[in-house]
Structures are given as structure tokens and as C-alpha cells.
């Protein structure tokens, strides 16, 4: 038999061993069941001499279940409501595909990228778990909620960042003085989308002192900026940013995207 069907029929072995009757999303975004399905897979990939990463045999799961390789699998279906941390799991998959260049299913697959999400998700207030989050971001790909966008595939930012107002106020050296675009969010909902010519002097000496954006002004004064993150995508060295019609371009998709609150008429 092929290397490919044997690693084929090790990582299915891997699931049934661990699954304990839920899909193969819950598992991916399952750390205890995780565990378990890797060191079965590893286990046996190593007997069968076949090198395979843990990153490749869960992607490999996703890829076999997608085919319908799999059949009925599920006993125990996952009945959260993930509306309440929704735009978190959005926010943190938005960030993180941007800055990998990849899509949610690879992020969550690939031990590094999956604690990146975590850790852009953990900033926000929630009392959901890194589970919930992670399923919520999987969901939103299922309903196609997390299309790529198709500037920013043209143009994808050189560097992704996300800080917090507090952090920006505190000290804003690291908001680079490039061009970009830059979304202000809460753990509730984004608040507003904007683009410049250079970031640093537009979010840090602009909107996070009093910023000319009226309705994100009177929310920093009335809520304060614990929980407000701005997410900064710059594009060091990229003559086609420094023009303000591609930036608008770049802008009008995450406005689209995004749906920001603040935002009038599509700006």
C-alpha cells in the first residue's frame, strides 16, 4: 500500500481514538482531544516509518473530511451560541490571516499560528473559552463570513499589529510612520476603519488623543480604552500605498468587511 494511503488510514484511526463522537471542527478546536489525536497519529506514523507533522495530519483530517471520507461521525453536536464572542473570533481570524497569509482551517491547524490566534482573541473581554473562539472562527468560514478580500490579496500588508489604545497612549513607538490602514475595535463590536498616509501620526497623535472622528472620540471619553485594540496593517516599502486611492481601495474592503459602527456612508 502507498505511504499516502497508509498515512490516509493512520490519521482517520487517529480521529475514531479521540474523537468521542463530536466533528472533526470540535477536535481541531478541542485541546485535550487534540492531544490525544497527535500522539495516536504520531504513534503510528512512526511505526509505519512515515514522517508526517503534527500540522499536516490535522489538515490532513480537515481534507478527509471534507471528501466525505469520514461518513457520519458526529453522536455529541456542539450546541453553543457563539453571538456573544462572534466579532472576537472574526477580529482574531481577520488578524491572523492577514499576518500569515493563510486561512483559518491552516491557522488553527499550525501549533504557532494557533496560539497567535489565541492570543489576538485572548486580548478582548470575554468569558468564552479559547474552544469557543476558535469554533465561532471556524463557523464564520463555514457561512463563507471570512472571504478572502480581494485587495488585500493584491496587496497583503507587510506587518500586522495589534495594540491597545491604553498601550498606544502609554507609549505609541510602535505604530510605524508608513502608510496603511487600521481598525479600531472592542470585544463587542469594530468601531471604525480609516486609512493614512502615516500611521503613526494618524492613530497615535490624532485618534487615540481626541480624535476628529466624533462618535470614536465620545466612546474613548464614555467607555474609556481598556477594551478598544486598534489592529494596524502597514506596508513598509510599497511605493502603490503612498497613493491614496489604492489605500481608500484597501479600506473599503475591511469597511465591507467589517462593518464598523462609526463609519459614515461607506467611509
Not at 478580500?149 to 498601550?167: D, E, G, H
Not at 505609541?172 to 463590536?189: A, D, E, I, K, L
Request: hydrophobic share 35%.
Amino acid at each position: 500500500m502507498p505511504s499516502s494511503d497508509v498515512l490516509l488510514d493512520i490519521v482517520k484511526q487517529a480521529f475514531f481514538h479521540s474523537h468521542d463522537g463530536v466533528s472533526t471542527d470540535e477536535l481541531l478546536c478541542d485541546d485535550d482531544k487534540l492531544r490525544i489525536f497527535d500522539a495516536f497519529a504520531q504513534q503510528q506514523a512512526r511505526a509505519a516509518r512515515i514522517a508526517v507533522t503534527v500540522t499536516e495530519a490535522r489538515h490532513l483530517l480537515l481534507n478527509i473530511r471534507k471528501s466525505g471520507k469520514l461518513g457520519p461521525v458526529v453522536d455529541k453536536r456542539y450546541r453553543g451560541n457563539h453571538d456573544p464572542y462572534k466579532h472576537i473570533a472574526e477580529t482574531a481570524a481577520r488578524i491572523c490571516e492577514d499576518r500569515h497569509r493563510t486561512t483559518v482551517d491552516r491557522i488553527l491547524c499550525d501549533p504557532a499560528m494557533r496560539k497567535d490566534f489565541d492570543e489576538a482573541a485572548g486580548r478582548f473581554r470575554t468569558d468564552a473559552s479559547a474552544k469557543d473562539i476558535r469554533l465561532a472562527a471556524m463557523s464564520l468560514r463555514k457561512a463563507k463570513q471570512l472571504q478572502p478580500l480581494f485587495a488585500q490579496k493584491l496587496m497583503p500588508p507587510t506587518r500586522v499589529i495589534q495594540l491597545s489604545v491604553t498601550a498606544i497612549q502609554q507609549d505609541g513607538s510602535q505604530v510605524p510612520r508608513v502608510p496603511g490602514t487600521y481598525v479600531f475595535s472592542t470585544s463587542s463590536q469594530c468601531l471604525y476603519v480609516g486609512e493614512a498616509d502615516d500611521l503613526h501620526r494618524r492613530v497615535v497623535k490624532e485618534h487615540c488623543v481626541h480624535s476628529d472622528r466624533q462618535q470614536l472620540a465620545h466612546h474613548l471619553w464614555q467607555h474609556g480604552p481598556d477594551d478598544v485594540f486598534v489592529e494596524i496593517r502597514s506596508y513598509e516599502g510599497i511605493p502603490d500605498a503612498k497613493k491614496k486611492p489604492v489605500r481608500r481601495a484597501l479600506e473599503s474592503e475591511l469597511i465591507k468587511a467589517r462593518r464598523p459602527a462609526f463609519n459614515i456612508q461607506g467611509r
